[in-house]
């Protein structure tokens, strides 16, 4: 028996959704002078007009890098599809931000790395998490730089 192919649930498909938040997820001034990096697991609810209804943080190395992806979310409204027949379905979305070190004054910046991973404020949950009839989606990374 064949597995059904699903539709991918954002408007334009994968690579469309990777580019949108990639120009829609601005990173503030706040991760640029913590030298902020990491992950955060978003879970959000769409109904059947794309709109989303609820943004749950599933967890985040650091509280800073939850503002501009969820800010990022907000802006992607009407631009989700749910599977046929579903009023609401819900989505899991990992995002990874970078910061891509410069070529030069590498001491200066691992100490701001090091301080920033020391300092920081991880989201996690300590109870189970029910994951429901969710669809995982793939990873957006955003990398940035000093600029």
Do not use: C
């Not at 990173?27 to 697991?41: L, M």
């Not at 070190?101 to 920033?116: C, H, I, L, Q, S």
């Amino acid at each position: 028996m064949a597995q059904q192919e699903l539709a991918f649930p954002f408007q334009g498909g994968n690579k469309v959704m990777g580019k949108f938040f990639k120009d829609s997820l601005m990173v503030t001034p706040e991760i640029i002078k913590k030298r902020a990096t990491g992950t955060a697991v978003f879970k959000f609810t769409a109904d059947e007009k794309g709109s989303i209804k609820k943004i749950i943080i599933y967890y985040a190395d650091d509280y800073v890098l939850t503002i501009p992806i969820i800010e990022a979310l907000k802006r992607s409204n009407h631009k989700w599809i749910i599977p046929d027949k579903e009023k609401v379905h819900d989505f899991i979305l990992p995002f990874s931000i970078n910061f891509i070190p410069p070529p030069t004054g590498a001491d200066k910046v691992e100490k701001e790395a090091y301080d920033y991973y020391v300092k920081r404020k991880p989201i996690m949950s300590f109870d189970q998490v029910p994951l429901d009839m969710a669809t995982l989606l793939p990873t957006v990374t955003i990398n940035y730089s000093l600029k």
